[in-house]
């Protein structure tokens, strides 16, 4: 069982930067593929930022790449996603996911059982 607990969001105006933190629970951290997930008021759900197990892959959506960063810190069970330059269509609550999987889609929130309850992240114009 994997518990997970972001942080981080706020309110920010355009062109600021923002860094997400998901703090996870378990002994396995490690062994996790990690997603950042949003979701904006009448959209679907979007997978902006994913990292491997070794952390030696990463996915980021096209809308951010550039822009955001994502990292991992396995001896503190923590990813961190920076978030640079942000735009008012960055405006969602952000989740953070886990998975042990293997073979995984990284992109695919179908791929993750355990997520975190959100964050808010709102960009003014």
């Known amino acids: 069982q994997v518990q997970l607990v972001e942080s981080g969001g706020g309110l920010v105006q355009a062109g600021g930067s923002l860094r997400l933190s998901c703090a996870a629970s378990g002994p396995t951290f490690s062994r996790n593929t990690m997603g950042w997930f949003r979701q904006a008021p009448g959209k679907d759900r979007e997978c902006v930022a994913a990292i491997t197990s070794s952390g030696s892959s990463t996915y980021y959506a096209d809308s951010v790449k550039g822009r955001f960063t994502l990292s991992r810190d396995d001896a503190k069970s923590k990813v961190y996603l920076q978030m640079n330059n942000l735009k008012t269509e960055d405006t969602a609550v952000y989740y953070c996911?886990?998975?042990?999987?293997?073979?995984?889609?990284?992109?695919?929130?179908?791929?993750?059982?355990?997520w975190g309850q959100g964050t808010q992240v709102t960009i003014s114009s």
């Open positions: 996911a886990a998975d042990a999987g293997s073979s995984m889609i990284v992109n695919s929130g179908r791929s993750y059982n355990y």
